[in-house]
Nanobody, 112 residues
């Protein structure tokens, strides 16, 4: 059974930072691309960042160098380091394994 568990969300002031963590079990982590998506009420889920098995990355246009995705294949974990957060980054952030298995999401709120 595949388990995808996100953590690290919370409330942060504009300009602040957060690091999201996604722990995966029950699937060959090393053989799958990993991704972070986000969603706000009434909107479709949008790509935040992807990381391929060999470390190639891709980011949504809105990231503009503020976020970094990384993976630890020994720990079956993927991270999303977010800096210079803006109120418009407020969303539920979801982790996905290969676009097929998804976690429950973690809320990120950017507000003063």
């Amino acid at each position: 059974q595949v388990r995808v568990v996100e953590s690290g969300g919370g409330l942060v002031q504009p300009g602040g930072s957060l690091r999201l963590t996604c722990a995966v079990s029950g699937i060959g982590f090393n053989h799958n691309a990993m991704g972070w998506y986000r969603q706000t009420p009434g909107n479709e889920r949008e790509l935040v960042a992807l990381i391929a098995t060999r470390g190639t990355t891709k980011y949504g246009d809105f990231v503009e160098g503020r976020f970094t995705i990384s993976r630890d294949n020994d720990a079956d974990t993927v991270y999303l380091q977010m800096t210079n957060l803006k109120p418009e980054d407020t969303a539920v952030y979801y982790c996905t394994v290969g676009g097929t298995s998804w976690g429950q999401g973690t809320q990120v709120t950017v507000s003063s």
